[in-house]
């Protein structure tokens, strides 16, 4: 009878029922179903509104209480079953989360296909509209909140007509009994709207200095707030990848933002806008446009002139969430705006939830250029779809449950955080437990090795981004070039080249801005390098280019014979086995074609005399 | 009132009324509409059975007569109305086509799409089946019996599962009415069948040898015929891009040929069987396969094997319809065979009916190397669709209509062919139709020389197939590689590569076999050469690869002035003028990204310091 998954929740085996209509409601149920099963007296729950999202564990005349605001408890009532189900103490005074808005970005789409979905179809959408399995729905509402995430967006940031539909009258009983069905578990919508819906209502612009304009969107936004009054706002995608904009109306994106930001402050709404914006349309014979520059060009001049409730959402690297990018300087260069951090848990570019990716590593490096304090909030583009398993890769669940902890506190010790994911979902022996959490670790690691070279980026398939395709984007109009030739490749970003260096502070300018000092794994993001460049380490790069990729395919091969001796539960283990067949394919498709590609442009010949193909 | 397009066929400005049922009935329609407006007395028809498709136009007793088969009557009448609106004489003594059966495939599905279609969508499949609009229908009917076509094949070689219902009983009666709608124009419906039908019915294989596989298609063709009682037959596509066939059970394609041919034998009915077979899931890392060589190593041995009614269609190159091959050696192999050509009018790999590309100076020259009686038919993919126009670019009709004429005589001369369409289509001032001829004769001259250099193939944007991605086929699954490096590009195809020259007659293989013998349009088809081979002209490889591409625009750009000049009627001035900008930008495009890529890897200069981007 009881089909579905629970992933790193084992120990609540049984649904939150539907009657559950607060948090606290929620926290009462999981508490009563869980601490009998984890061997744990049910502890008392106290409810102090001033605390909002946080909460106090602690033990009064031996018995335990769970002090929290509203959502507080329930973040409070996971942590405690989470510290008992890994047999850890519960954390220490007061917790509170680091950012306020926490959110899922979800690229669904009405008709139930998932923009860069790998894990089946929409929860949510099918047929045009809400099509939705209470239960499915309330565990995922239940994830969501064990690890703190609090603002799912429910659409797709390309808004397709059908979905213009969410906000407009007809549309929001749906919206509104979505929500209702999220709100027990903390979690708030937001939907992503297109900047020239007014268009679709009888206004012949979309101009944000437009009066009629600006009217319809505060009185759509009355109507959407009466009947989602705890809407956490929009998300708006504008003049990016032929999406409508400002620039149309030739305004700035601050006056565009603000005037939908107008119309959603009455209502206490954010209005997220997505600082995605570059030339996709250009030619590949210009050497003097540099894409990663575009987002800073765009938005910098513009720090300050943001109202107060619009957040710039802003991707982690200045590309769009390739393997390895360095810090977006737009993040670093806007004091003065409330900045949102993007991250993708979709793999798009990072094996499909195919291939092994765990990503805390790689947020916790971030903060070492990014301070957390930089920005105001997380989003993270959604991993989440109708597969049993809810992600696909069963393990690829580590990076839901780990960007809730991240989004939490951009602090957490990934390996801790990591652990604790398999901990929960497999109990797993010691010995077993600790491959696990190596895998994971050090799976990120491995991708890049047999995959981009040395910040390269854009080496995949175009369309797909599953797969070797060197060259797939060198003559396309998207800004994603390696310039490879016969004797050197990269691009030049220095002050010399492109000037992309420029955009940074100075300490990260002057890091970057020489080979000497540039970090390997971002080299041929900044500089154009002969092959026969000597790198610090005495290789040539050519041979690093080689070395890296025979050691991915080495390592991902370690990687699944030590998977292999799991004893994970079915359906799991046949799963996670089948794709990492899939993920050894892959590996070796991608060292042999860049390899190959590589020699046949450099003819330089493997040192170690390992196979390369013709 | 008439809004349909009347082609090379002005005129005849009012449509085949319904209810002419018989040739003869056209060809009386035709002649009292058509003579009186070209100034000429309407002549007596006269039909001899005897004559089948034959006719004789003569005079007698200062009469004109037309004597002729029940077809040739009416191709009889074409002909004399061409002549009259071409101001020619019309062809003395008895004409009869070279070739009995004159096929055109349709890649059309039940849905409406077209495979590889550029001018629109289905003319009569919409929404799963039949849907067509009998004045259009009636149209295209006396466009191809205007130039001998005698045989349609409705639908895709690539049988979509809702295609296999043509055949079964429920729609038999669609079929019936569409073959009735053609037959006063005298063409035969053919259908495309899928090999693993039978077992949509119940039968657990689709084992040719297998009494009840044999039963079931006997069954159903005694059932199709019954209902279309000339129906000219089946056409297969089998064991080809993962269509099933024969293979799955361990049998030959003449088993498995034969086994349907037997099935229709009864009814006259032909089978025709498409020998495209190669490995489509090749490694690109395999050097040992070649698949130029697979049709033959498929196909050669079974010569002889075949039964009466068996065609065996092959495409009239060893790849796919590239700009340039050579002829298919399978086609000269197998002299006990009954095969047919199959040609491609579609401009899958040659333009996309945006850039001109006339293709009987192709046709012609591939008679040099493949004398007509090798083959007892032609089959040609078709160009049409919904369209206005019937073909996208007004001028691809010259396609249409040269391929007719090729189909009648093989030795058609190419500029003969061309002149009559555009004096027919345009009837321009004598400057001008001169201008549009030579366009039209040096279409595909131009477009080889700023696409694909020296028979290399292939470097064509994988998927669309419309622009250059040098690189796009070179690490995926199709057999479809260059090889380029730093040094050399192409692939060894002599007794010392992988031997594909041994397919040949010793004639061809002694022309091709050394680079100072195979012509130049082929020399990288069958050699691997330095980029610093010297030509018989002087010349470079590389520079020849740079001269041409230079050239292959700037005549691009020559030919579109000449063109901008005629005096065309609307819409097809529009349509020519703004199909003619996309190619100077597709040919521009091809001009850089090739010489680029060559650059990049060879690191020559272009001896006359011409641009070529880095």
């Known amino acids: 009878m009881n089909s579905i998954r629970r992933t790193w929740l084992p120990y ?73 189900a890994a047999g850890d103490a519960p954390p220490e005074g007061v917790q509170r989360p680091f950012y306020g808005m926490r959110m899922l970005d979800c690229w669904d789409n009405p008709d139930g296909s998932v923009e860069r979905g790998y894990s089946g179809r929409s929860l949510w959408f099918e047929g045009g509209g809400f099509r939705w399995e209470p239960r499915r729905i309330r565990q995922m509402g239940r994830m969501l909140a064990s690890v703190g995430i609090n603002v799912l967006c429910v659409n797709n940031v390309n808004v397709h007509p059908e979905a213009e539909g969410l906000i407009e009258d007809a549309g929001l009983p749906e919206l509104a009994r979505f929500a209702a069905a999220l709100r027990p578990f ?26 009629a304009v600006e009217g319809w969107w505060a009185g759509r936004a009355d109507a959407v707030w009466r009947a989602v009054p705890d809407l956490a706002g929009f998300l708006v995608k504008a003049d990016s990848e032929h999406n ?19 119309a959603v402050a009455p209502h206490g709404g954010a209005l997220v806008w997505r600082a995605f914006v570059y030339n996709c349309a250009q030619d590949w014979r210009d050497a003097e446009t540099d894409r990663p520059m575009a987002a800073y060009q765009t938005y910098a001049p513009l ?11 802003v991707k982690h690297g200045p590309f769009d969430f390739q393997v390895r990018e360095p810090v977006s300087p737009t993040l670093l260069a806007m004091p003065d705006t409330r900045l949102a951090l993007e991250l993708q848990l979709a793999q798009e570019y990072t094996g499909h939830q195919i291939d092994l990716y765990a990503m805390n590593p790689m947020w916790r490096a971030l903060t070492g250029d990014l301070p957390p304090e930089k920005v105001v909030a997380v989003a993270a583009v959604s991993n989440l779809g109708r597969d049993d398993n809810y992600t696909g890769h069963p393990f690829a669940a580590v990076n839901l449950y780990g960007y809730g902890r991240y989004a939490w506190n951009p602090q957490v010790d990934p390996e801790r955080a990591i ?31 047999y995959t981009a070279p040395l910040g390269l980026c854009w080496m995949v398939k175009p369309g797909t981004h ?55 794994a971002l080299l041929l993001f900044f500089h154009r390098l002969r092959y026969d460049y000597v790198m610090r380490d005495g ?59 590589f020699r046949r442009l450099s003819g330089a010949d493997d040192a170690k005399g390992r196979l390369i193909y013709n």
Chains 1, 2 share one sequence.
């Open 244 to 262: 409508p904009g400002p620039f149309t109306y030739g305004r700035s994106h601050a006056e565009g933002a603000n005037m939908l930001a107008r």
């Open 186 to 211: 903390g979690v708030r919508l937001m939907v992503a709207v297109s900047f020239a819906q007014p268009m679709r209502h009888g206004i012949p612009t979309a101009d944000p200095l437009d009066p």
């Open 539 to 597: 290789r040539t790069l050519i041979q690093r280019i080689y070395d890296d990729h025979f050691e991915g395919v080495e390592a991902a091969e370690a990687m699944a014979e030590a998977l292999a001796g799991l004893d994970l539960p079915e359906p799991d283990k046949t799963e996670a086995r089948e794709r990492m067949a899939l993920q050894l394919k892959n590996a070796r498709e991608w060292r042999d074609v860049v390899n190959t590609f």
């Open 303 to 313: 720090d300050g002139q943001f109202d107060d409730n619009v957040i710039l959402q």
């Open 466 to 520: 599953y797969g070797p395709d060197p060259w797939g984007y060198e003559f396309d109009l998207w800004g994603t070039y390696n310039r490879a030739d016969r004797d050197a490749v990269g691009i030049d970003r220095t002050a010399a080249g492109t000037g992309y260096v420029l955009q940074y502070p100075p300490a990260l300018r002057k890091r970057y801005e020489s080979p000497e000092t540039c970090p390997d």
């Open 12 to 84: 609540l085996p049984e649904d939150v029922p539907s009657h559950c209509e607060h948090c606290a409601d929620v926290a009462t149920f999981e508490l009563s179903l869980g601490c009998p099963r984890l061997g744990a007296a049910v502890p008392e729950l106290r409810i102090d509104p001033d605390m909002g999202e946080g909460y106090r564990i602690f033990s009064k005349d031996g018995k335990v209480l769970i002090l929290g605001g509203a959502r507080g408890v329930l973040y409070g009532a996971y942590a405690l079953l989470e510290a008992l």
């Open 419 to 449: 652990r604790r994911w398999a901990r929960l979902s497999y109990a797993l022996p010691d010995g077993q437990e600790e491959a696990l959490v190596q895998a994971l670790l050090n799976s990120r690691a491995i991708y890049e090795k």
